[in-house]
């Protein structure tokens, strides 16, 4: 098993995934294989479907079993060079709409963290709508002071963006890089290094307990605010859409749900 395991990383290195998909896939791919338990290198239709089905009855979400199917279409595609058709479809999304902080509320997580870094932090990933693997490999080289802009390298799916830096965070960062080297991380840990995810999203969670705010948002929720308020003040959803880095402007839509004046207008009947 292991040796199928070892071509499958290899396979994704050389297409240059993330590291974060990689392990994720070969997570996956193992758990499907343990569950095989022999004839590794035989593809049988029924069993994926069987697997799958014992996924699902396991209570998995329908995007993690989706994520095993995918992981498995492409170790049998690339490491088995299986290349005939595996007829399973993904199972279907609930189509859910963004949690999305008011401004107040942003206001309000931003005043209960005293950490200057921290904050600094924060405010970065809502200004920019940053995902926290975003914040966390941030270099000093990335920034554009003198532009405003922050130059996002390597994020989802490889690619490379530009998102917006708000003069009223410069003097902050100047302070916060200051004799620093333009490879060091922007938020780096005390320990030296970047932070890692977890610490970036306890700093939010701890944020958002302490300004008593009942939704269930996430760090990522950063990121759809600063979505939300940009359309929200009359920003094209085209400009939106390259800021977030979106491969397709129906991802950046759903926001348009969210920020639609004529329903918000709309009184109830009672």
Same mark, same amino acid.
């Given at each position: @098993?292991?040796?199928?395991?070892?071509?499958?990383?290899?396979?994704?290195?050389?297409?240059?995934?993330?590291?974060?998909?990689?392990?994720?896939?070969?997570?996956?791919?193992?758990?499907?294989?343990?569950?095989?338990?022999?004839?590794? !290198?035989?593809?049988?239709?029924?069993?994926?479907?069987? =697997?799958? %089905?014992?996924?699902?009855?396991?209570? @998995? /979400?329908?995007?993690?079993?989706?994520?095993?199917?995918?992981?498995?279409?492409?170790?049998?595609?690339?490491?088995?060079? =299986?290349?005939?058709?595996?007829?399973?479809?993904?199972?279907?999304?609930?189509?859910?709409?963004?949690?999305?902080?008011?401004?107040?509320?942003?206001?309000?997580?931003? /005043?209960?963290?005293?950490?200057?870094? &921290?904050?600094? @932090?924060?405010?970065?990933?809502?200004? !920019?709508?940053?995902?926290?693997?975003?914040?966390?490999?941030?270099?000093?080289?990335?920034?554009?002071?003198?532009?405003?802009?922050? &130059?996002?390298?390597?994020?989802?799916?490889?690619?490379?963006?530009?998102?917006?830096?708000?003069?009223?965070?410069?003097e902050n960062i100047k302070?916060?890089i200051l004799n620093k080297?333009?490879?060091?991380?922007?938020?780096?840990?005390?320990?030296g290094g970047k932070l890692?995810?977890?610490?970036?999203?306890?700093?939010?969670?701890?944020?958002?307990?302490?300004?008593?705010?009942?939704?269930?948002?996430?760090?990522?929720?950063?990121?759809?605010?600063?979505?939300? &308020?940009?359309?929200?003040? !009359?920003?094209?959803?085209?400009?939106?859409?390259? %800021?977030?880095?979106?491969?397709?402007?129906?991802?950046?839509?759903?926001?348009?749900?969210?920020?639609?004046?004529?329903?918000?207008?709309?009184?109830?009947?009672?």
């Amino acid at each position: @098993m292991e040796v199928y395991l070892k071509k499958l990383e290899d396979e994704l290195r050389l297409r240059k995934y993330s590291p974060k998909t990689i392990k994720s896939y070969v997570s996956c791919v193992a758990e499907y294989l343990r569950a095989k338990q022999t004839d590794f !290198g035989l593809v049988d239709v029924d069993f994926i479907k069987q =697997y799958l %089905l014992s996924v699902i009855d396991r209570g @998995m /979400s329908s995007q993690t079993t989706n994520q095993k199917l995918q992981a498995i279409n492409f170790f049998c595609w690339n490491v088995l060079k =299986y290349h005939s058709k595996i007829d399973i479809r993904f199972a279907k999304t609930p189509s859910k709409l963004p949690i999305v902080l008011s401004r107040d509320e942003i206001q309000s997580i931003l /005043s209960v963290i005293n950490n200057e870094k &921290h904050n600094l @932090m924060i405010s970065l990933a809502y200004a !920019g709508g940053l995902r926290v693997s975003e914040i966390i490999n941030l270099k000093i080289k990335d920034i554009n002071l003198a532009e405003l802009i922050i &130059h996002i390298k390597g994020a989802k799916g490889n690619k490379d963006r530009i998102t917006v830096l708000p003069e009223k965070l410069t003097e902050n960062i100047k302070k916060l890089i200051l004799n620093k080297t333009l490879d060091d991380y922007v938020f780096a840990s005390e320990r030296g290094g970047k932070l890692n995810e977890r610490t970036a999203q306890k700093v939010f969670e701890n944020a958002l307990q302490k300004a008593s705010i009942q939704k269930e948002a996430t760090f990522h929720s950063l990121r759809h605010s600063f979505a939300t &308020h940009l359309l929200e003040n !009359g920003t094209d959803v085209r400009y939106v859409q390259e %800021l977030l880095g979106h491969a397709n402007i129906r991802t950046t839509q759903i926001y348009t749900q969210v920020t639609n004046p004529n329903l918000k207008n709309i009184k109830s009947p009672l």
